[in-house]
């Protein structure tokens, strides 16, 4: 079946280093791609988004580039801050289901 | 700005128990969501409400059980709950029933099982 993998973490990052989470999914029809962020506590906010091969989607400084040869949505960010510190989960669609990834945990130390 | 609303924040409940979770949203959104989330297994999709009228099960739904009881609210019931559903219970809302829509969280309930 449908599935998203994601890199393990934790990724334990100085501030203003680069950010890279990889992000695969199965290549089954035609699904949008997400990216969600969870602070503590929290619930899921979306972060990004991208709806068709080679859309580039953006927010706050993150990027990921939906690329269909690689079957992959890497998630980027030039310069992370503390304030950066979340789980990130990459999720692809199913009709109106989203399928998630297992969640990467970022930690940013000043 | 209230979006979804989860309630209660948590919750503990002894084996044999029923309760149920309650789960309103404000945006006049079309499709609702429940999930589950558990230590390094991401988000799993237990029941959806595709539209106001409808439920299915997803990936996770033995135990469980759901009332779409109007377009605003999804119920999710445990009607004999077991250790084995200690978890953190998210419901979600998406404006309608496709592919690239995003879904929005509540702040989840947090429920523990003795």
């Known amino acids: 079946g449908d599935s998203v993998t994601q890199m393990e973490g934790p990724v334990t990052l100085s501030e203003e280093a680069f950010l890279t989470i990889n992000c695969t999914y199965t290549?089954?029809?035609?699904?949008?791609l997400f990216w969600y962020v969870q602070y503590p506590g929290e619930g899921l906010q979306l972060l990004l988004k991208?709806?068709?091969?080679?859309d580039k989607g953006s927010n706050k400084g993150f990027e990921a580039t939906y690329r269909k040869e690689t079957t992959s949505f890497h998630l980027e960010k030039g310069s992370v801050q503390v304030s950066d510190s979340a789980v990130y989960f990459c999720?692809?669609?199913?009709?109106?289901?989203?399928?998630f990834g297992q969640g990467t945990t970022l930690q940013v130390k000043p | 700005n209230a979006g979804v609303t989860q309630t209660p924040k948590f919750q503990v409940l002894k084996t044999g128990q029923s309760m149920t979770l309650q789960c309103a949203q404000d945006?006049?959104?079309?499709?609702m969501y429940w999930y589950r989330q558990d230590p390094g297994m991401g988000l799993r999709l237990i029941y959806y409400?595709?539209?106001?009228?409808?439920?299915d099960k997803g990936e996770v739904p033995n135990g469980y059980n759901v009332s779409r009881l109007n377009k605003r609210e999804f119920s999710l019931r445990l009607e004999s709950a077991a250790p084995s559903q200690t978890s953190v219970y998210f419901c979600?809302?998406?404006?309608?029933?496709?592919?690239?829509?995003?879904?929005?969280f509540g702040d989840g309930t947090r429920l523990s099982i003795l």
């Open positions: 945006m006049n959104h079309n499709s």
């Open positions: 979600a809302s998406s404006e309608r029933w496709l592919s690239n829509q995003p879904q929005h």
């Open positions: 290549a089954t029809g035609y699904p949008s």
């Open positions: 999720a692809r669609s199913n009709t109106g289901k989203l399928i």
């Open positions: 991208a709806t068709k091969a080679d």
């Open positions: 409400s595709a539209s106001e009228g409808t439920t």
